[in-house]
């Protein structure tokens, strides 16, 4: 299981955001994955192997942890970064569950 | 472009069946997993079940076991999710979504699930 906190953050622009996520059993690195999903759009791949960006991805959003305790953080807030994120143990055994969304509101 | 197209969704009563389809284009079908992942109405996103490459590992999420079936086509580069027996509670919108990639030694590579398709809508209702 994976549970994320804050359930929502609200901040301004220009400030950092930091989402956690906890496993309640040791996750590899390797197969931790932060998602950003827009109201009406997919998600989309942000962070794969906790830290590593996807594609496209600006170099704002951060991931790292391990074991139990993975974060997301977020620099210098944009407008389009408002969002919910999603984080997911995926690759190594199954289910590959997604933890319970962080929303990330305008204060 | 990689693009993920998927259809088939609709309303259907409870105990009904619906079959979706995922047409994947502008990579290497063969090479990848691939998942289904839906979303119920203002809720976070659900893990619903996911096929090998080759098709020799199928994975599904409790909730859905033993009345969903995954398979795929790499010849027709398509994914294809069976329901049947479909409850209230499988209303959702259903991703199709591209998982690790698996090179020619058969070795993968945990990138996440990083290509999603827009999603087809599935209702349960009488």
């Known amino acids: 299981v994976l549970t994320q906190s804050p359930g929502t953050l609200s901040l301004s622009p220009g400030e950092r955001a930091t989402l956690s996520c906890r496993a309640s059993q040791s996750v590899g690195s390797t197969y931790l994955v932060w998602y950003q999903q827009k109201p009406g759009q997919a998600p989309r791949l942000l962070i794969y192997g906790a830290s590593s960006r996807a594609t496209g991805i600006p170099d704002r959003f951060s991931g790292s942890g391990s074991g139990t305790d993975f974060t997301l953080t977020i620099n210098r807030l944009e407008p389009e970064d408002f969002a919910v994120y999603y984080c997911?143990?995926?690759?190594?055994?199954?289910?590959?569950?997604f933890g319970q969304g962080t929303k990330v509101e305008i204060k | 472009e990689v693009q993920l197209v998927e259809s088939g969704g609709g309303l259907v009563k409870p105990g009904g069946s619906l079959r979706l389809s995922c047409a994947a284009s502008?990579?290497?079908?063969?090479?990848?997993?691939m998942n289904w992942v839906r979303q119920a109405p203002g809720k976070g996103l659900e893990w619903v079940s996911s096929?090998?490459?080759?098709?020799?590992?199928?994975y599904y999420a409790d909730s859905v076991k033993g009345r969903f079936t995954i398979s795929r086509d790499n010849a027709k580069n398509s994914l294809y999710l069976q329901m049947n027996s479909l409850r209230a509670e499988d209303t959702a919108v259903y991703y199709c979504?591209?998982?690790?990639?698996?090179?020619?030694?058969?070795?993968?590579?945990?990138?996440?699930?990083?290509?999603w398709g827009q999603g087809t809508t599935v209702t349960v209702s009488s």
């Open positions: 997911q143990q995926y690759g190594s055994s199954p289910p590959w569950t």
């Open positions: 979504v591209r998982g690790n990639y698996y090179d020619s030694s058969g070795y993968p590579y945990y990138y996440g699930m990083d290509v």
């Open positions: 502008g990579f290497t079908f063969s090479s990848y997993s």
């Open positions: 096929i090998s490459s080759s098709s020799s590992y199928i």
